[in-house]
């Protein structure tokens, strides 16, 4: 479970960047490759602490993973009761 409030907001923004570019039309392993890359960047600019780095890609393979993070739901049209 993520604490930091950095690595949070980190994972907000990669969890919502590979929720949008499953729906452009990515899968799994052109997602995986945006993660490495996003950690390596991380790691590199030194922006949080190298073991909230490794947590942060621990809670993101676990989202990666999870068939309902990217589950299409259909939208129904709203109907007018009145």
């Known amino acids: 479970m993520l604490q930091d409030t950095q690595t949070i907001r980190f994972y907000q923004r990669l969890s919502d960047a ?3 570019l499953w729906q452009r ?12 890359g996003y ?3 991380l790691r590199h ?7 909230l780095i490794h947590r942060l890609e621990q809670e ?4 990666l993973y999870d068939p309902s993070n990217f589950e299409m739901t259909e939208t129904q049209p709203e109907t007018d009761f009145y």
């Open 18 to 20: 590979l929720v949008e």
């Open 25 to 36: 039309g990515y899968r799994f392993d052109d997602l995986r490759l945006y993660i490495d």
């Open 39 to 41: 950690i390596a960047a």
């Open 45 to 51: 600019s030194n922006a949080i602490e190298p073991y």
């Open 60 to 63: 993101i393979s676990r989202f």
